[in-house]
């Protein structure tokens, strides 16, 4: 069975930076395209950013354009979620998801068009 998994969550203060990290357990990434998701407590699931299997698309949610940035290894498997000037409210439960993409330049957005999915990293912004 595949595995996504997430690491590099944690509690930090209001105006720090935090790496989070996605690797598949038997993927072969540079196959799919891949996103970041993010659940606060008591809130729907929600999209954050998105990256193409190239990397070369991008996509991030309003809130978090210009803070957070979505890029990705394809040597080391590896997608990343560099967040930068955190405030409280992007406290949540943050997922990686993938997708296997036929088009370099695809990237997905929603929760559905995702098939695989990691059991999520915690990520706490104290204010």
């Known amino acids: 069975q595949v595995h996504v998994v997430e690491s590099g969550g944690g509690l930090v203060q209001a105006g720090d930076s935090l790496r989070l990290s996605c690797a598949p357990s038997e993927l072969t990434f540079s196959s799919y395209a891949a996103g970041w998701f993010r659940q606060a407590p008591g809130k729907e699931r929600e999209f954050v950013a998105a990256i193409s299997k190239s990397g070369g698309n991008t996509y991030y949610r309003n809130s978090v354009a210009g803070r957070f940035t979505i890029s990705r290894d394809n040597a080391k498997n590896t997608v990343y979620l560099q967040m930068n000037s955190l405030k409280s409210e992007d406290t949540a439960v943050y997922y990686c998801?993938?997708?296997?993409?036929?088009?370099?330049?695809?990237?997905?957005?929603?929760?559905?068009?995702?098939?695989?999915w990691g059991q999520g990293s915690q990520v706490t912004v104290s204010s």
């Open positions: 998801a993938a997708e296997p993409a036929r088009i370099p330049g695809r990237l997905y957005t929603s929760e559905s068009e995702y098939d695989y």
